[in-house]
């Protein structure tokens, strides 16, 4: 699926935040999300540029930001791709997974308008979380399968993946998850509460 697809794809059925640049105008529009996960008014931002949003960002990180932007605006790659920290209103920062694209070129070729969407990752890059499973998830999100079911576990919150793999995820991802949620037990819960029963269910579990 080329770039522009799998990101119109996203944009459309994703419950996760999503931003819109147009370079000539140097105007960005998102949804609410990706300003109010970080406390922020969707106001603050309204009609601003692009440097509205990188003047947020942790100065340990804005350096390897503005360089996979400067790829993508040089054609060097065709997907904008970084891990950033960004302060929120309370001064803290927050992890911050950012993918994008070019949609739309310029005449002469070069990019115009780039779209692309943002995840919270938590103070703490996710507490661990893996960055390729959040993205399973997120597949998962837009693939546009109303039946599809998020389930959570019951004791400590993460989100399954697939039978051998939850994920923490942050409070502003459950809150926009879809009304389809069941709750389960992860495997570390499980051996935490049932140390004697853990492996025994598992098995049954994953023969299922």
Not at 135 to 148: C, Q, R
């Amino acid at each position: 699926m080329e770039n522009r697809e799998y990101f119109n794809k996203l944009l459309y059925n994703s419950i996760f935040a999503w931003w819109q640049w147009d370079i000539s105008t140097n105007k960005v529009v998102f949804n609410n999300l990706k300003v109010t996960m970080l406390g922020y008014d969707p106001a603050d931002f309204a009609n601003k540029g692009y440097q509205a949003f990188t003047d947020l960002l942790h100065p340990d990180d804005y350096g390897k930001a503005m360089s996979a932007m400067m790829k993508v605006l040089k054609k060097e790659t065709a997907l904008y791709q970084v891990d950033y920290r960004i302060r929120s209103v309370s001064s803290g920062y927050h992890w911050y997974m950012d993918r994008g694209t070019v949609i739309q070129y310029k005449t002469d070729g070069s990019p115009a308008v780039l779209r692309g969407i943002v995840i919270d990752l938590g103070k703490e890059a996710g507490s661990g979380a893996s960055i390729d499973a959040i993205i399973e998830l997120i597949e998962k999100s837009a693939s546009g399968n109303n039946e599809y079911m998020f389930t959570l576990c019951s004791n400590c919150g993460n989100a399954r993946v697939d039978s051998y793999k939850w994920i923490q995820i942050t409070d502003n991802m459950k809150a926009n998850l879809p009304s389809k949620i069941s709750h389960g037990i992860c495997p570390d819960c499980l051996h935490k509460l049932y140390p004697e029963l853990a492996e025994k269910i598992l098995s049954k579990m994953l023969k299922k």
